[in-house]
């Protein structure tokens, strides 16, 4: 973990109240196609003779879906809206992905629409938001920013799979469009926990983005105001 010296020399950027009318939640990438071991990223080390290839982070991914149900569930109590992420192409043959995500679909293993489904701890309810992208970060082919903007949202707890990668590039879009950026520090899982301590270091060095545990944003959030008497 390295430290960048300059963040010694200027102030650190102000943090603020948890206003839960003006914060959004973004799940990232917890659907099967990316956090289920039956999912396309698990069929694909099976298809290749390596069952547990991504077994240490199938077992991280089971380790943060408990936290991030209690705080999607916190952020429906407190009207905090939960945004649902995920890969998903306009075409059967995955022709609008990047370069990146198509080169990946082209190694022999098909995707399936199980692929889309969310997982059950965290999959959303009612009207819930559900934004299908086609690139790493969230900004670059949705229209987040411009739903984000119309509901007024401005500040953004970020989480999901992985840290190094769809988490990170979507944080950091974020916070360079001025959106108020927390990393949930324990709800976001990698195939390495090395490398997610890496990018939670990185990201959060200097607290341009903050980093906040499930429980530490529940305890900050404001009680609702009680019923009126009737």
Sequence with gaps: M????????????????????????LIVDMHNMCAHPDGWMGRLGRDQGKPDHLKERFEF???????LRKLLLHCREHGIEPFHIRVNFRTASNKDGGADLQARRDQGTPYLPMDADFLEAVAPVGDEII???TSVSTFNSTSIDQILRNMGRDRLWVCGVVTEG???????DARDRSYHVTLVTDGCASSRR???????QRMTDG?????????????MTPAKASEPAQ
Excluded: F, M, Q
């Excluded at 010296?5 to 603020?16: C, G, K, Q, T």
């Excluded at 769809?166 to 950091?172: F, G, N």
């Design 2 to 25: 390295v430290h960048d010296p300059y963040w010694d020399l200027v102030a650190e950027p102000r943090d603020i109240e948890i206003d839960p009318s003006r914060t959004a939640l």
């Design 61 to 67: 991914i089971d380790e943060i879906s408990p936290r």
């Design 131 to 133: 934004i299908n992208k």
């Design 166 to 172: 769809c988490v990170e590039l979507t944080a950091r």
């Design 194 to 200: 090395a490398a997610h301590d890496d990018a939670v």
């Design 207 to 219: 607290n341009v983005i903050r980093g906040r545990t499930v429980d530490e944003l529940i305890a």
